[in-house]
């Protein structure tokens, strides 16, 4: 059986949902890698659907990560392949009582960043003379708020998602806070502020972010419902 450790390519913009998969790589630890090579791509430009990201991402989105002939897209599949194949203390395996709801929280996960990239769309990327809808924005604001009331209430007195600790269901939900405060005031969810808080101070999340910069996405600080 060969040694030799495996390449990683990462197809990625910053900030995106690609942010998981950097972090989590991060957390494996990239010693455990041969290398590791990021592709920019710049999101709502002609570049990614004219690069080579459509071969590997039917949706011509990111993530897409190739692992040396490996080639995968999505960034729950992904994470839950890494997990099993590199870390699988980070998982929870079938059979573990934890399973259920490690599952649940990455798919949970999902849910809550489809509203926050139709919040995008609506307030980033719409540009003049087009203007949002202030029904959507607020039902869309709603939905999310109802969401981090999700966690609020489930986290108790946890540090993480899973009474056991840390896992990659918090990896998936964490490139989340990251964008929400954007959108919903988070002075109504002091557990899940604190739970943004732990995740920020982790060493691997602080290697990740480092590596991404400043953000370049969001121009205000908040982003409210806009009047009717």
């Known amino acids: ?3 030799a450790k495996p390449n990683v390519t990462l197809h990625h913009v910053q900030y995106g949902r690609s942010f998981r998969v950097l972090w989590l790589l991060e957390e494996i630890g990239l010693e455990r890698f041969g290398g590791l090579e990021i592709v920019e791509h710049r999101i709502g430009t002609k570049e990614m ?7 590997i ?9 190739q692992i040396d002939g490996l080639e995968m897209s999505e960034s729950g599949a992904i994470v839950q392949y890494m997990v099993e194949t590199y870390a699988p203390e980070l998982g929870r395996a079938p059979g573990d ?9 990455i798919h949970y996960a999902e849910t809550q960043a489809s509203l926050v990239e139709q919040l995008n769309l609506m307030m980033v990327f ?3 003379p087009a203007k949002p809808s202030p029904i959507v924005v607020k039902l869309n604001v709603a939905r999310l708020r109802q969401t981090l009331q999700g966690i609020e209430d489930r986290l108790g007195e ?6 056991s ?19 919903v005031h988070m002075d109504a969810f002091p557990r899940v502020a604190a739970y943004k808080a732990r995740i920020e101070a982790r060493e691997a999340n602080r290697r990740a972010v480092a590596r991404e910069g400043p953000q370049r996405f969001y121009d ?9």
């Open 1 to 3: 059986m060969s040694d």
């Open 49 to 55: 659907r004219e690069s080579d990201l459509g071969r």
């Open 57 to 65: 991402s039917p949706a011509v989105r990111i993530p897409a990560i």
């Open 97 to 105: 009582p934890e399973r259920p709801a490690y599952l649940q929280w």
């Open 126 to 128: 719409l540009r003049p």
């Open 158 to 163: 946890r540090e993480w998602l899973l009474p």
């Open 165 to 183: 600790g840390f896992s990659a269901a918090d990896v998936m939900m964490g490139f989340n806070l990251f964008a929400v405060p954007y959108y």
């Open 220 to 228: 205000k600080d908040f982003y409210p419902v806009p009047e009717a």
